[in-house]
């Protein structure tokens, strides 16, 4: 008898098999996915859609030379197919072959000209390679195959924001925002559009939103703390800032924030362990090597041997960085501008070497990194040819710059001949914006990026561009390292050689100069007439200073400047005026930042005073910062005005003049040790310029002393008003700036 026969089970078919193996793939079992895949393979090699899902896989698990084979495989098999190419191209991107990626984008569009995920990776491969207008377009052609596409829309956001188109960006942003709430990147890259406009409040809610909806969002956190840091909130930055690191504790961009708001908080050595640390975690981030660079230059110094050093350590730190640049070619000039060797003009010897050789390298890279076009002067003016002056500067606004260099020259300079264009980089706007705006021929606000902002300077085609001070802006100085017009000035808003060699002119005054000074420029010196300068003489209110009640006979001095700006080397100057005036007070004015340095500038007087014998709490007093008319009452209740000898004021030394009040300068070498003798020599009082220290002493207790005089005092006070009126309006400085830019 035959055994009766066995039921057998058909295996399964290859569409069964697929859908198996797409099963475990889309519910995340990649090996088991792999298998099947491989088994349908088996048995037929030929399945494009397995090769496919096999390269998808190799994909997922980081395989990307398999994945690239695999796909490429599928489509030997099958051409037609969009998918396909779109995937090869997410596997070529994640290669960093981005221009190849691209093209399988292309690839698939062409099949599918409907395809939103493949114009949205192609505007991901065409960010990559820094083409930032075909980008926008991707983005926008997959937004508009799919509206509710917020990917899309926050990419776009993200082009937008490279571009310098903030507005659109905000809206972008918010497009995402309204298809995806709970979208941490969105709320957090709002944030950081909505922080360079200086809109702070809605920049903080941005973040705070990024921050809820993802809690170990480090780059938010540290974003956050960078708004902070903007809005002086020191302590709450910092908290921010180690937040940011407890998220990510090797984030080396937290670290060298982290750098910024210590140094800020006047600690030093931490600052600089910061700086080192994310130089260490980002060894090729050029950020983190300015950072260091700089870093090393002191905001304030404790004793002269600190002050003596500061040179020699940034000689040092340039030693460093040039080694790292020879590395790293073509990487440090996109950073050129995010640190400056600012504070360096704090120290009172000659910065001009040091300076240079800072210059020669920035120059070098921002060159080799920006590639800016080659700048050919504008054929020959006829006579009725203005010549284009843009003036670049982020101080359009209520500032020492605006109102001491800038305002003046814009209301004098004949516009029949000169053509001006305004380019105010940063986001702060107040009256002197809006007034700079309809006094010009063209205004451009930023912020934007150094690419917009070089391309904005290229089309306008400038015969010069001027730069009022260079140091305090990050945009401004990114740009002056790059040639971008035929000619190229500067001016003593920040009072020392730029040491660029991209400069060709500083701008200064015959009476700020002193022997021997175009030794002290890269540039070629110009002197002006009188200071250089056409000073605002606009009247500003001003409001009873309410201090504490004056103590019979005693002499009040007034110490304007910031005490960062005070050197160890002429501390001792205020005891011996205190030993020879008898009961008098030294009033330092607090800064609206670094209040912490004038705690310990008070201290370290404080020293002096004990080792001549006298109680520092009966002679050193500290004011708040005030505003603008608060401070012109505080100088109505001082009687005579002290300038600081290392770095000298223009600003406060007008204010004082303006109010009457004596002031007694020191002139040095340089031009920042010579603002307020020039300013005094301009208004024709020079009996407060003394050439030494003991004239400087001298005269502040010859002129202490006649404060117990009040016809005299009062006689001196109403005759420098009276100077400072007539000699405001140097409109000469103006009209010499004026011919020597079109002689040029």
């Known amino acids: 008898m035959e055994p009766a026969p066995v039921n057998q089970v058909p295996p399964p078919s290859i569409p069964t098999l697929f859908a198996t193996a797409l099963q475990h793939h889309q519910g995340g079992r990649l090996a088991e996915a792999e298998q099947v895949y491989r088994t349908i393979l088996e048995i037929d090699p030929r399945h494009a859609d397995s090769l496919h899902f096999l390269g998808v896989v190799a994909h997922q698990r980081q395989h990307l030379e398999a994945a690239a084979e695999l796909i490429g495989n599928a489509i030997a098999l099958n051409g037609r197919a969009p998918v396909f190419h779109n995937n090869l191209g997410n596997v070529l991107q994640a290669q960093g072959k981005s221009r190849e990626a691209a093209a399988a984008y292309g690839r698939a569009l062409r099949l599918k000209p409907d395809y939103p995920a493949a114009h949205f990776n192609l505007g991901i491969s065409l960010q990559a390679q820094d083409k930032l207008a075909e980008a926008a377009d991707s983005y926008s052609r997959a937004i508009a195959c799919r509206p509710d596409f917020a990917d899309a829309h ?22 995402a925002l309204r298809y995806r709430p709970e979208y941490p990147e969105a709320h957090g890259n709002l944030g950081n559009v909505l922080r360079s406009q200086g809109r702070f409040d809605e920049a903080m809610a941005a973040y705070q939103s990024a921050i809820r909806f993802r809690p170990g969002y480090a780059e938010a956190r540290n974003n956050l703390a960078m708004l902070l840091l903007e809005s002086d909130r020191l302590e709450d930055a ?117 300076l240079s050789r800072y210059g020669d390298l920035v120059c070098t890279a921002a060159a080799a990194a920006w590639r800016p076009a080659r700048i050919s002067r504008r054929s020959p003016r006829g006579p009725t040819d203005r010549l284009r002056l843009l003036v670049v500067s982020g101080q359009v606004r209520c500032h020492p710059v605006w109102d001491v260099i800038l305002r003046g020259m814009l209301e004098h300079l004949d516009r029949g001949r000169v053509e001006v264009l305004m380019y105010h980089t940063q986001s702060i706007r107040d009256e002197q914006t809006h007034w700079a705006a309809a006094h010009v021929d063209q205004f451009v606000q930023g912020p934007k990026p150094t690419a917009a902002w070089q391309s904005e300077i290229v089309r306008a085609g400038p015969d010069v561009v001027f730069y009022p001070e260079l140091g305090m802006d990050p945009a401004a100085c990114a740009l002056a390292t790059l040639r971008l017009a ?53 009247p500003v209110g001003s409001e009873q200073w309410n201090g504490p009640e004056r103590r019979a006979g005693v002499v009040r001095f007034a110490l304007c400047q910031q005490p960062i700006k005070f050197d160890p080397r002429d501390d001792g100057l205020l005891s011996q005026i205190a030993r020879a005036v008898g009961p008098s007070e030294f009033w330092l004015v607090a800064p609206q930042r670094h209040d912490w340095a004038t705690i310990r500038l008070r201290d370290r007087l404080a020293v002096l005073f004990r080792a001549e014998g006298l109680d520092p709490d009966q002679y050193l007093r500290v004011a708040p910062w005030m505003s603008r008319q608060e401070f012109d009452g505080f100088l109505d209740a001082m009687d005579v005005y002290l300038d600081c000898p290392a770095f000298s004021g223009y600003t406060t030394a007008w204010q004082a003049a303006r109010r009457g009040l004596p002031i007694v300068t020191l002139e040095g070498r340089f031009l920042r040790h010579r603002l307020a003798a020039g300013l005094l020599r301009q208004l024709g009082t020079t009996g407060g310029i003394a050439a030494s220290r003991e004239r400087y002493t001298a005269i502040a207790a010859t002129w202490a002393h006649e404060t117990h005089h009040p016809v005299r005092r009062d006689e001196r006070r109403v005759a420098l008003r009276e100077a400072a009126l007539r000699a405001a309006d140097n409109r000469e400085a103006v009209h010499a700036f004026e011919r020597r830019l079109l002689d040029a």
Do not use: K
């Open 154 to 175: 926050g990419n776009l956001g993200n082009v937008q924001q490279a571009r310098g188109f903030l507005e659109e960006a905000v809206a972008s942003y918010r497009r």
């Open 238 to 354: 910092e908290a921010a800032c180690r937040a940011a690191l407890e998220c990510r504790p090797e984030y080396a961009d937290a670290y060298r924030n982290l750098g910024n708001i210590l140094r800020e908080r006047g600690c030093m050595a931490e600052a600089l362990a910061a700086y080192e640390r994310a130089s260490c975690l980002a060894p090729n981030s050029p950020e983190a090597r300015l950072g260091l660079a700089t870093g090393v230059i002191p905001i304030y110094v404790a004793d002269v041997d600190a002050s003596a050093r500061a040179i020699i350590d940034f000689e040092r730190s340039l030693d460093d960085l040039e080694a790292w640049n020879a590395t790293h070619e073509g990487v440090l000039g996109r950073a050129v501008g995010a640190y400056q060797p600012f504070y360096l003009a704090y120290r009172p010897d000659d910065v001009t070497a040091a």
């Open 486 to 538: 035929p000619r190229q000035v500067a001016s003593w808003g920040h009072p020392v050689t730029t040491g660029l060699p991209t400069i060709d002119q500083f701008f200064s005054g015959e009476l700020l100069e002193g022997p021997g000074a175009d030794a002290h420029y890269r540039e070629q010196l110009v002197r002006l007439p009188g200071t250089g300068v056409c000073i605002d003489r606009r």
